[in-house]
C-alpha cells in the first residue's frame, strides 16, 4: 500500500495544522499516526481502526489532536490543536497490515 502524508509546516504554540495521509485505496484495517523528534526514538500518537472509526491516542496528545477519515477521499486526517513546542517532530503515517509508511512531514512549532 502507498501512503503520502502532507500538511506539516510551522505553526505557533496554541496553534494547529491538520496533516493528510491518503492511500492508494488499499483496504486496510487500520492506519496510525507516528512522530519522531530530534534525537528521539518515534513514537506512536494514535490510529483509527478501519472497521469501526475507533480511535485511540497517547496520553501527551489526548484532547488535543484527533485522527478522522473521509473514506471517499482515502485520506485518514491528524488534526492537532494546541500545538506546544514539544509537539515539534516528523510526523508519519502508517498501514499496519502491510507495515506501509508514508514519507513523514515536518511539523515545527515555534514562536
Known amino acids: 500500500v502507498q501512503l503520502q502524508a502532507s500538511g506539516g509546516g510551522l505553526a505557533q504554540p496554541g496553534g494547529s495544522l491538520r496533516l493528510s495521509c491518503v492511500s492508494d485505496?488499499?483496504?486496510?484495517?487500520?492506519i496510525g499516526w507516528f512522530r519522531q523528534a530530534p534525537g528521539k526514538d518515534r513514537e506512536v500518537i494514535g490510529c483509527i481502526r478501519d472497521s469501526d472509526d475507533a480511535t485511540h491516542y497517547t496520553d501527551s496528545v489526548k484532547g488535543r489532536f484527533a485522527i478522522s477519515r473521509d473514506t471517499a477521499k482515502n485520506t485518514v486526517y491528524l488534526q492537532m490543536n494546541s500545538l506546544r513546542p514539544e509537539d515539534t517532530a516528523v510526523y508519519y503515517c502508517?498501514?499496519?497490515?502491510?507495515?506501509?509508511w508514508g514519507q513523514g512531514t515536518l511539523v515545527t512549532v515555534s514562536s
Open positions: 485505496g488499499f483496504n486496510y484495517q487500520a
Open positions: 502508517h498501514e499496519s497490515t502491510t507495515n506501509s
